[in-house]
């Protein structure tokens, strides 16, 4: 990933000890260095992010060539792994195969807290390969998709009816369900990784794009108010609010003309519609053909002969009261962008 010179950061008032724990770390780096087959040394966590209280650990990660990690995970270490203190001060020391990291899959959580690492021992450049090697890829911002979904069905088809069942506290936990899905979707319109929960909320409010009003919204969207149910339905308003304006930034980035969580069926069902007709071979190199199942695919396709066939006449016969609405739309958008006006 790019350095960013808006990326997000620690915004906090409370007195800083950063530089103490780095000055302790640079005093302690003989016993750091004490292994045998280091590749290199990272420091992540809080004080990579640039801030560091008396409740902060000095998070270290030590990469070792293969045959140490192998010998170290079968003998004593020099120094202690894990949660530990050293000369009275916390350490959170990981050793890691370097060997095995280029092929390692790292989750968004984990591209996230590497994208802050520091390198703090790096004798060949190794590790300044492997980092920049691992953030080359820019962000699929596609996997807003599921995340909007989930944040959808939270705050609306659950949340809907636990208002409805005027059950207070059951429509309080879905409406928190639908809150980091929501806040993670909001990182990746900024095309940013998505943050640990320990911090999402917080580096939330220094992203480079926010919607209006932002610390506001994010302040109504979190409160339980008076735990009553129009309590419920003011949060709801307000995380309806801010899904709204996440999805219009994130459909403006693709000119998707249908919400972002219905990306994926939208541009399905239009390669299907567009062609018309395609080999179930053909078919399968492009979505697993159980997809068929599904409305709206099931309601206007039949197979004959090995090939997936579009009913035309059904297609523009649909109406909303044939499936439930989040589908409709997705094919009602298809057959207005298509302009399908006529049996092909």
Request: overall charge negative.
């Amino acid at each position: 990933m790019d350095n960013k010179l808006n990326r997000p950061f620690v915004n906090i008032s409370r007195s800083n000890i950063v530089e103490e724990l780095i000055n302790v770390l640079n005093q302690n780096m003989d016993k750091i260095l004490s292994l045998d087959g280091i590749v290199g040394v990272i420091l992540d966590g809080g004080l990579s992010r640039g801030y560091a209280d008396y409740l902060s650990e000095i998070d270290i990660i030590i990469y070792l060539d293969q045959e140490h990690f192998i010998k170290y995970n079968k003998s004593k270490t020099p120094i202690p792994i894990g949660i530990s203190k050293i000369n009275g001060y916390l350490y959170d020391i990981k050793i890691e195969n370097f060997d095995e990291l280029f092929n390692k899959d790292y989750d968004m959580v984990a591209l996230w807290d590497l994208s802050y690492a520091k390198i703090i021992y790096d004798p060949v450049n190794k590790i300044s390969e492997f980092i920049k090697h691992k953030l080359s890829l820019p962000i699929d911002i596609s996997q807003a998709a599921g995340l909007m979904f989930d944040a959808w069905w939270n705050y609306r088809l659950a949340g809907d009816i636990w208002i409805n069942r005027q059950d207070v506290a059951q429509g309080h936990y879905v409406l928190n369900n639908a809150v980091k899905p929501l806040i993670s979707a909001l990182f990746i319109a900024n095309e940013e990784y998505i943050p640990h929960d320990k911090w999402i909320i917080h580096m939330s409010r220094t992203l480079e794009w926010k919607p209006d009003n932002f610390d506001n919204v994010l302040v109504k969207i979190l409160s339980s108010g008076n735990f009553d149910l129009a309590s419920i339905i003011s949060r709801q308003n307000a995380i309806d609010e801010l899904w709204t304006s996440i999805d219009k930034k994130l459909t403006s980035k693709v000119n998707l003309k249908i919400s972002f969580m219905q990306k994926y069926y939208y541009e399905t069902f239009k390669i299907l519609i567009e062609k018309g007709k395609i080999h179930i071979e053909e078919w399968e190199k492009i979505c697993n053909i159980n997809i068929l199942n599904n409305q709206p695919f099931s309601d206007v396709t039949y197979i004959s002969n090995e090939t997936i066939h579009v009913d035309f006449n059904k297609l523009l016969s649909l109406k909303p009261d044939d499936m439930y609405q989040w589908f409709y739309e997705v094919a009602d958008a298809v057959r207005t962008q298509l302009n399908i006006k006529s049996v092909k």
